[in-house]
């Protein structure tokens, strides 16, 4: 009997921790705005080195068809490759980072501007 009461005391004060958190959904929505012109140097790398070099790395690694290691590598998937797409996708099997989450909203923005702004270097 004194095993199920702290069985449930247990579970209780675990649930109660587990509830208790203060983000809300707008709190993770990212409201930061975006820069007037967007450039692969100031912004874009940034997010290709922290969401796509584990895989297209040169050599690229776990089947990453291409490197984007460079401007001119991601550049070319932009333009030719539909990095965009796979980037935007909602369809797991096409979604890149592959076998993670989808990018955040405000990161695709960046590079979906990136490219309407010209595909600038620097």
């Known amino acids: 009997m004194k095993n199920n009461l702290f069985l449930i005391t247990l579970l209780s004060l675990t649930m109660l921790i ?12 990212n409201t930061t705005p975006m ?12 997010i ?6 584990v895989c297209h790395s040169n050599p690229p690694q776990n089947g990453a068809p291409k490197p984007l290691v460079f401007y001119e590598n ?7 490759r539909n990095l965009i797409g796979r980037i935007s996708s909602e369809d797991p099997s096409f979604l890149m980072p592959l076998g993670g989450p989808r990018l955040p909203q405000n990161l695709i923005d960046i590079i979906i501007q990136w490219n309407e702004d010209g595909l600038i270097k620097e």
């Open 18 to 29: 587990i509830s208790c958190t203060s983000a809300s959904e707008d709190d993770l929505i």
């Open 35 to 46: 820069p007037e012109v967007i450039t692969y140097e100031a912004n874009v790398k940034f």
């Open 48 to 53: 290709i080195d922290n969401n796509c070099i």
């Open 74 to 80: 991601v550049k070319e998937a932009v333009e030719n």
